[in-house]
């Protein structure tokens, strides 16, 4: 399902991604995690290039890119991987001045060429899925975060992508609305969605993921199921970071 070889991105000098190799199988999720700055959401978002890496090996589904110095994907190849993953933002990105139902139809209606009806019956039946119905009509300023963050959810998944990326999506919510979007989550996962997720929720990771990576400085330091991962690192490094989550959630 995705298949990553060799994959490296710079900032100008800053060399974040250093040669990343991973696989996801489908139905698998993939936990995440690392430092600010170590690299994750970089490589969450080189997997459906709102990042283009600088060199290495990209398969998601079908789609395989390959990347070189100095070159850039076609437009016709970059829309065919977007077109198999669904992004889910830490700062939700709903359109302010659509309706709920409105922002879960665009990409459809945009994207997928489907008409208005169509798109708004399958808007509906995505918010009825994560438990939004009855705000189908609310704007962004009338929904609360973890609302919000479930539009963008029933939003993700409208154009039925075979992959579903979250880049830390209960990060921006007060702490009573993490469990209503973490739940949407686990049911996806046990439909078996294939999905990578950029977090923190320590707890998410040990029942949820089939894999976790610890990435540092660009790096995968540490990869695994989560019961190896997140209870015996293997590097002094990621024992030390784990141990700094597991205070910070006491």
Known sequence: MIQIQNLHKSFGALEVLKGIDLSLEKGKVLVIIGPSGSGKTTLLRCLNLLETPDEGRLTVGDVTLDFHAGSR???KEVLALRKRTGMVFQSYNLFPHMTALANVMEAQITVQGKSKEEARRRAAELLGKVGLAD????Y?????GGQQQRVGIARAMAVDPEVLLFDEPTSALDPELVSEVLKVMKQLAA???TM???THEMKFAADVADQVILIDQGQIIEQGPPSEVLQHPS???AAAFLNVLTQRDI
């Open 73 to 75: 994907p076609k437009p």
């Open 135 to 138: 705000k189908a009509d609310n």
């Open 140 to 144: 962004p300023h009338q929904l609360s």
């Open 191 to 193: 439909e078996g969605m």
């Open 196 to 198: 990578a997720v950029v």
């Open 235 to 237: 590097s002094p490094r």
